[in-house]
């Protein structure tokens, strides 16, 4: 049984290598892939310093896109998909997510922020679906990725259209408390009022990809 990490990546430079440092740790994984979706920073440099596998997409193509690009060049047993700006990230929570998706009692988890900083724990509490901390079954994104074609679409609306799948399918989904994990904020990290409207634009993917065609 084989795990691999995949972590999509844009303009992460202060962030990419705190996570990376983290998932060393672990000797559970046999592979980290950085999607570098078309970053303008260091992040591509760093993550290759760090001895990740990097994939490089020439323009910023969206979350989606590049999970989808990251899935493609993976072969793991197991995928686990993690956000590159995570704060706090230890081998624990990895080995939480993982878990029930190695003992096969989840073909999906969704790792959830809590006792941690309010503000994301709150949004998490309410919004679970949005969270970027998962682990699969391989065969559950097999499917999902060669169903829907307008995966590149889909930017941030990723997350919630691999909840609607499975939930459609009656794929056995668990929630998983990570405890003190956090990450940096759209707000923190380009200043208030372009992380507003980075937010905006996150929420508007969010609502088409409900609209989608993807295949339920
Ligand atoms: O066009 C994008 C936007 C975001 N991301 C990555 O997707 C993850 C989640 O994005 P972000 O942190 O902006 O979302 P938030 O958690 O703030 O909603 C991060 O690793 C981003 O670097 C990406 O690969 N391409
Ligand atoms: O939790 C949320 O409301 C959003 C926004 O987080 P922040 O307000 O930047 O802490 O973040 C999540 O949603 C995105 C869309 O599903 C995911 O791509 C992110 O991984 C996730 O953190």
Request: hydrophobic share 45%; glycine share 6%; aromatic share 8%.
């Amino acid at each position: 049984m084989t795990v691999e990490v995949l972590i999509p990546a844009y303009n992460e430079e202060k962030n990419i290598g705190r996570v990376i440092a983290s998932l060393k740790k672990l000797s559970l994984i046999d592979k980290i892939i950085v999607i570098d979706d078309g970053s303008r920073d260091k992040t591509a440099v760093i993550a290759r310093q760090l001895k990740a596998h990097v994939i490089s997409l020439r323009e910023n193509r969206g979350k989606g896109a590049a999970l989808l690009e990251g899935f493609k060049s993976s072969r793991g047993d197991i995928i686990v998909f993690l956000d590159a700006d995570l704060v706090n990230l230890t081998s624990r929570h990895v080995i939480n997510l993982l878990l029930p998706v190695i003992k096969e009692e989840a073909v999906m988890t969704v790792g959830i922020f809590n006792q941690g900083r309010f503000a994301t724990d709150f949004a998490q509490k309410i919004t679970p679906f949005l969270s970027g901390q998962r682990a699969f079954q391989r065969w559950f994104l097999e499917e999902f990725f060669a169903e829907n074609d307008d995966i590149e679409q889909l930017r941030y609306g990723i997350e919630v259209s691999l909840t609607l799948y499975a939930r459609k399918r009656g794929i056995k989904v668990i929630e998983v408390p990570l405890s003190h994990l956090t990450h940096v904020m759209k707000e923190e990290k380009l200043g208030l009022i372009p992380g507003m409207v980075a937010r905006a634009k996150m929420y508007r993917d969010i609502v088409f990809s409900f609209g989608s065609k993807i295949k339920l």
